[in-house]
């Protein structure tokens, strides 16, 4: 073999390997082979006294992978490093190269933004070797979180009911908590306001003698009712050519909130399906790469891109829809590293190769399709019309507007909801004089600020400097996995242990746990990246701040007594209490480890279909590790068990019974499926 490529994914691996030659053999890592070990002081495989040298473990089931790979580079001529444009496919190229000890003559170190034939090949010709800031970069976040995870979370769970806690993942549940308790401390307040119905239109009270005016209750409504007629004078009208531009190309936070918002996506559900458009899709005639890099917080565009979309704009739209170039607000956590989420071809319709693609798979590539050719295409251009109306001295306002020229909304209107409001053409009304149909009251409360959704926390965090492209898919797994948050209306809602949780760590590590901290955090790691800053001497001034805190924690910490039941253990006769245990709450005997009691909670036990073995009953049962499986009520006599959901059918091939996967209906036994 003489030249060996490098990739984390098996599909990315498939893809890139049909654009190079038989010279080449493209193979996967299938993601890192190397993390923190957990020995150590406290488990951290970081040695503290030693500049925080870590120590890395090939990772649990990798070594089979690890040593498949040393066999290839020890035979390659040439080795070339091709995981993610990113720090963390920078430091998985570091580990590769490292662990399987590759010569710094025998490697180079490759990147593509997109998967596509030629930036492949272009990639494979302009190498450079592994960046060592890049690297530094995320193995000092990697040190951070595991002492923070490793240390808080041991605190937590000797202390308290919390499973968890860690860097990032405690500031946005504090971020959670604090709006709950903006919330529930909200009191809302009445106001009233006035509106005159024309039939066609409404207007709605704004000032009075030309200072805005504020209707507190009804009989303030009332009153102002009494001092009106029906007869309105028209003040003024007033008509506005307006412009509205196309938003950016997506980054990775904007696009998470536009896929939870159109399509309620999770933030993991679309970098799944983002991760799949990017590493490669079967087109019949090739596989190809369908969009570019997906974590990413810039919105550059290439300009062979940006050129090609104008030619393509004008050629299908005609030359007055072509926009400009757009760059975003410039903001100074953003990298730039490599473009903006983007088709790799505009050529690359997603109504021409629906077909390929699976529903969701679809619905995330249109959406990027078009948000990447809105951005390019010119404003939408409408007419503003403003009209102000005086009744005794008291002025209403009545708002309205028409598109006249479509620009971007061409291709986005799917993904803007805007509704024209369409005024009377009052210009040619002979009289300044209207009279209204009527004239209404309406009682109002202010309310309260919203809970936040996925795309709004994700949207605050970005706003405020926490996290990064690749993290915020994690943050929302994990305070959902921890049971610290709820989803109610999709919002979240935090959880009684998750209070206790934010409490506690306030209470003790709010000069750590906070906003401002966490986000110089994420900038000191970005001056790591850039060689501006030593990651041991950010260590050094972390752990320095961070160790006495967490030794008086556990000094000081009360811990949370555990909730008795009223009932009595039917053993030793001691009370019963509720515990947190992996799968949830549980109930034993508060004398343990000298009495190991747990009740056997009663469940509702679920039947599915009788057992085509014995014609005992098919219930639904959980492994140990919570994960939903089929079986048969008559264990261990009757060992019939299936992953798949049995239904009360025979296969028409073999007799078996037949089970749901997915939307298909397959056989337990052979290959018959509908």
């Known amino acids: 073999m003489k030249k060996v490529v490098i990739v984390e994914s098996p599909a990315k691996s498939k893809t890139i390997e049909k654009y190079l030659g038989s010279d080449f053999s493209v193979v996967s890592s299938k993601g890192h082979i190397r993390d923190l070990a957990t020995s150590g002081k406290y488990g951290l495989g970081v040695d503290i006294e030693n500049d925080f040298a870590p120590k890395y473990i090939i990772i649990k089931g990798k070594n089979k992978d690890v040593k498949a790979l040393q066999k290839l580079v020890d035979n390659a001529d040439k080795v070339y490093l091709a995981t993610d444009p990113d720090r963390e496919g920078e430091a998985i190229s570091w580990h590769l190269y490292d662990e399987l000890k590759i010569p710094d003559e025998k490697y180079d170190r490759v990147e593509f933004n997109e998967i596509t034939k030629d930036v492949v090949k272009n990639a494979i010709e302009n190498p450079r070797k592994i960046d060592m800031d890049l690297v530094h970069s995320q193995e000092t976040r990697r040190i951070l979180d595991r002492i923070i995870g490793f240390r808080l979370s041991k605190l937590m ?46 207007a709605t009270l704004e000032k009075y003698h030309g200072k805005n005016i504020e209707i507190k209750n009804e009989v303030e409504a009332s009153d102002i009712l009494d001092s009106l007629s029906k007869s309105f004078e028209i003040e003024s009208i007033d008509e506005t050519e307006k412009a509205k531009k196309s938003k950016e190309v997506f980054r990775t936070s904007t696009l998470q909130q536009a896929a939870y918002n159109k399509y309620n996506f999770d933030a993991s559900k679309t970098m799944r399906i983002a991760q799949k458009l990017y590493e490669g899709i079967d087109l019949g005639s090739e596989t190809v790469g369908l969009i570019t890099y997906m974590r990413t917080d810039s919105v550059r565009l290439s300009p062979e891109f940006t050129n090609n979309v104008f030619g393509y704009i004008k050629g299908k739209y005609g030359a007055e829809y072509v926009g400009t170039v757009k760059f975003g607000k410039k903001n100074e956590n953003i990298q730039d590293a490599h473009e903006g989420i983007r088709p790799t071809s505009i050529n690359r319709n997603p109504e021409e190769i629906k077909e390929y693609l699976s529903p969701d798979e679809y619905k995330l590539y249109k959406l990027i399709y078009y948000r990447a050719l809105a951005s390019l295409m010119s404003d939408s251009k409408y007419l503003s019309t403003t009209i102000n109306l005086e009744n005794n001295g008291y002025l209403f306002k009545a708002n309205g507007s028409v598109m006249t020229f479509d620009g971007y909304l061409k291709v986005y209107s799917e993904f803007e909801d805007k509704e024209d409001v369409v005024l009377p053409d009052f210009k040619n009304y002979k009289s300044k004089t209207l009279v209204c149909d009527e004239i209404n009251k309406e009682q109002h409360f202010t309310k309260a600020p919203a809970r936040y959704t996925e795309s709004s926390l994700i949207k605050e965090l970005e706003a405020l400097g926490i996290g990064r492209p690749s993290t915020y898919a994690t943050i929302m797994q994990t305070i959902k996995a921890r049971g610290y948050v709820t989803l109610e209306d999709k919002r979240f809602v935090p959880t009684k242990i998750g209070i206790e949780t934010n409490d506690k760590l306030q209470e003790y590590f709010d000069s750590i746990i906070n906003v401002e901290y966490t986000a110089n955090m994420e900038k000191d790691l970005d001056e790591i990246a850039e060689d501006k800053k030593d990651s041991v001497k950010v260590l050094k001034d972390f752990y320095k701040g961070f160790e006495p805190l967490l030794d008086k924690a556990f000094n000081e910490m009360e811990k949370k007594q555990a909730e008795e039941t009223g009932e009595m253990c039917p053993n030793c006769g001691s009370p019963l209490v509720i515990r947190n245990g992996r799968f949830g709450e549980f109930t034993a005997c508060s004398n343990y480890p000298k009495c190991k009691y747990i009740k056997q909670e009663e469940r509702e036990v679920k039947t599915v279909c009788k057992c085509p073995k014995c014609d005992g009953d098919i219930v639904e049962k959980r492994t140990r590790r919570g994960k939903i499986f089929y079986g048969c009520s008559n264990y261990p006599k009757c060992d019939f068990a299936s992953w798949n959901k049995p239904i009360d059918r025979k296969c028409p091939d073999c007799g078996s019974i037949l089970t749901e996967k997915g939307k298909q209906i397959v056989c337990s036994s052979c290959d018959y499926s509908e």
Not at 187 to 202: C, L, R, V
């Open 157 to 202: 769970q000797s202390k308290t009911g919390g499973k968890s806690a860690g860097r990032v993942q405690s500031v946005a549940l504090k971020i959670i908590v604090d709006r709950e308790r903006e919330i529930e401390a909200f009191n809302p307040e009445e106001y009233w306001t006035i509106s005159a119905n024309f039939g066609q239109f409404e």
